[in-house]
Nanobody, 123 residues
Framework: QVQLVESGGGLVQAGGSLRLSCAAS????????MGWFRQAPGKEREFVTA????????NYADSVKGRFIISRDNAKNAVYLQMYTLKPEDTAVYYC????????????????WGQGTQVTVST
């Protein structure tokens, strides 16, 4: 079955950086668009960024544009989220998600999800 496993979360000071990874198995990885979403306590899950199956196209939420970078390595069945200049409002559980075919910013379009990794940004 499809498995997505995130790693790399943690506690970081404001202005710092983190790199999240998501390892995928049980799917033909290079056929799937991948997304990163996040959910803070008491808030809805929100789109962060997504990348096309081949890695050539990406899109970002306005709140992270210029600070976060999504990438993927189809040879390793992995997707990454490099986060720079982190802010306290970036604190959330970060999830990777997989969707056959094209990218989407709507979390309901993604059938496969990881368990999430906590990112906490302190002031």
């Amino acid at each position: 079955q499809v498995q997505l496993v995130e790693s790399g979360g943690g506690l970081v000071q404001a202005g710092g950086s983190l790199r999240l990874s998501c390892a995928a198995s049980g799917l033909t990885f290079n056929s799937y668009a991948m997304g990163w979403f996040r959910q803070a306590p008491g808030k809805e899950r929100e789109f962060v960024t997504a990348i096309s199956n081949g890695g050539r196209s990406t899109n970002y939420a306005d709140s992270v544009k210029g600070r976060f970078i999504i990438s993927r390595d189809n040879a390793k069945n992995a997707v990454y989220l490099q986060m720079y200049t982190l802010k306290p409002e970036d604190t959330a559980v970060y999830y990777c998600a997989a969707r056959l075919s094209v990218r989407s910013t709507d979390y309901t379009d993604y059938p496969y999800w990881g368990q999430g990794t906590q990112v906490t940004v302190s002031t």
